[in-house]
Each structure stands twice: as structure tokens, then as C-alpha cells.
């Protein structure tokens, strides 16, 4: 039976307190390789390190997928471009470096339902959450739905400030519902403070020239777009949806009875 000698129970004292578990739990067999294959100690140290630190990100990097809420994980692998002629894979490859964050550059996906507006959003988003960004993930009538609440509650600065500290913000789902005076001017805050300070990929299935049947006054619905398409990538999806296309297919294939 193992027994750790003094020296061992003060590293893994050491190693808790400084908050280095891969450390902790890799240094014995980081140790036994390096010494296999006769490596000094500061090679020794840089393997565990760099174990420490590929831990970390990873982490980090699921915390941040966790914290953007997506409803669901997508990728641009998964992403249909053939059936989507109108949507440029070069230009969406080229978004998912990530260089419109760091300009504060928007993204507004424009087209009918079921064309692959949050697939792509989605994508872009997780992209970003790998690039070390702070993303988080709404549809358009929850946000304002919990702005109201939040507003309501007292809560609203609060919610504010976090929604300020956002690298990426995604609003899905634009043109669903309307939104009521109020609800309307609580996005259109959300929007303006974001303004060349953040960025926002924002979904919508109506033009531009419809947005006032969500936000109402054109007078608010020309400054909504007015800071959103300041500096932004316009993508136009079009075609059939995919839910139809799906259910199209599923009766052609469906025996007859």
C-alpha cells in the first residue's frame, strides 16, 4: 500500500491552496513519463502546466456556453449551404473568425421562417463563446418579457449592467410577436446601449420596412435600425422552409394505407 511521504502531503496542500487540480491530480504521472524518457525538471514543469491550462479552458469554455443559454447547440458543419444558395458560405466562414467583435460590427439574418436564421445565429454565437466572448442567447419576446419583470422588480439597472457586459448579444425570433409601448422601448434601450459598444446578431422574418408592426412609432423603429445597421453584415435567407421541406418529405415516403 502507498504511503505519501511528508513531502507529497505538503505538494497536494500547496497545489489545493494555489487552485491547480490538474496539477494535482496529473503530477505523478507527469512525473513518472518524464522521468521514462530522462526529462529535466523545467520540461517536467511545462507539461503540467500546459495540461493546467488546456483544463482551464476548456472550463472556461464550457462556462461560457452555459451562461449564453442557446436552446440548442449548432455548427456551420451542420448548416445546409447548398439549399441555401442566397446565403454566402465564404462570407459566414469568414464571420466565425470573429473580426465583426472585434470591430462592434452587427449580424442581422433577414428571411422567412425555417430558413436557418438561429442555425446560424446559433453558430456564430458558439463560434464567438469559443474565442473567449462573453454571448448570451434571447428570443426577442423573452428578453422583453424579463425586462418588464425586471423593471417591475427594481431589477432593471441590474439587468442592464449585465446585459452591457456582453460581448455578443443574439436576438432570435425578431417580427413574431409585437411588442407592446413599453416592451418596445425597453429593446429599443437594450439596442442603443449596445451601440458600437458590443455587438448583436439579430434574427428577423420580416424587412425592414414591416419593423413597425413590432416596434410601433417609426420615429423608434428608424433608430432601432438606424444603430443596428450602422455598421453590420446583412445575410438574406431564402427558400423553403426546412420544417416544410422535412414534412414534405415525410408524407413521400409514409406508406399508403
Known amino acids: 500500500m502507498k504511503t505519501d ?34 526529462v529535466d525538471h523545467l520540461g517536467f514543469l511545462l ?31 451542420e448548416f445546409d449551404f447548398p439549399a441555401r444558395p442566397s446565403v454566402s458560405k465564404p462570407q459566414i466562414l469568414d464571420l466565425a473568425r470573429g473580426d465583426y467583435l472585434t470591430r462592434r460590427e452587427n449580424v442581422l439574418f433577414v428571411g422567412p421562417s425555417g430558413t436557418g436564421k438561429t442555425h446560424l445565429a446559433t453558430a456564430l454565437a458558439m463560434a464567438a463563446c469559443a474565442q473567449g466572448k462573453k454571448v448570451r442567447f434571447w428570443r426577442v419576446t423573452e428578453l422583453i418579457t424579463t425586462l418588464r419583470e425586471a423593471e417591475q422588480d427594481r431589477q432593471l439597472l441590474r439587468l442592464r449592467q449585465q446585459l452591457a457586459k456582453l460581448d455578443l448579444l443574439v436576438l432570435d425570433e425578431f417580427g413574431y410577436v409585437p411588442a407592446s409601448k413599453a416592451g418596445a422601448e425597453l429593446l429599443f434601450d437594450v439596442i442603443a446601449t449596445a451601440y458600437e459598444r458590443s455587438s448583436i446578431v439579430l434574427t428577423a422574418n420580416l424587412g425592414f420596412e414591416q419593423w413597425t408592426e413590432v416596434l410601433g412609432p417609426e420615429r423608434l423603429t428608424g433608430a432601432a435600425l438606424d444603430r443596428l445597421t450602422h455598421r453590420c453584415v446583412i445575410v438574406e435567407t431564402s427558400g423553403e422552409s426546412y420544417r416544410l421541406h422535412d414534412a414534405k418529405r415525410r408524407r413521400r415516403t409514409e406508406p399508403k394505407s
Do not use: G, Y
Request: charged share 35%.
Open 47 to 77: 507539461q503540467l502546466l500546459d495540461l493546467e491550462l488546456i483544463d482551464r479552458e476548456r472550463k472556461s469554455a464550457d462556462r461560457r456556453l452555459r451562461a449564453a443559454r442557446f436552446p440548442a447547440p449548432k455548427t456551420l458543419d
Open 5 to 38: 511521504t511528508k513531502s507529497t502531503v505538503l505538494l497536494k496542500h500547496h497545489l489545493k491552496a494555489l487552485k491547480l487540480p490538474t496539477v494535482l491530480s496529473e503530477c505523478e504521472k507527469v512525473a513518472a513519463r518524464c522521468a521514462a524518457d530522462n
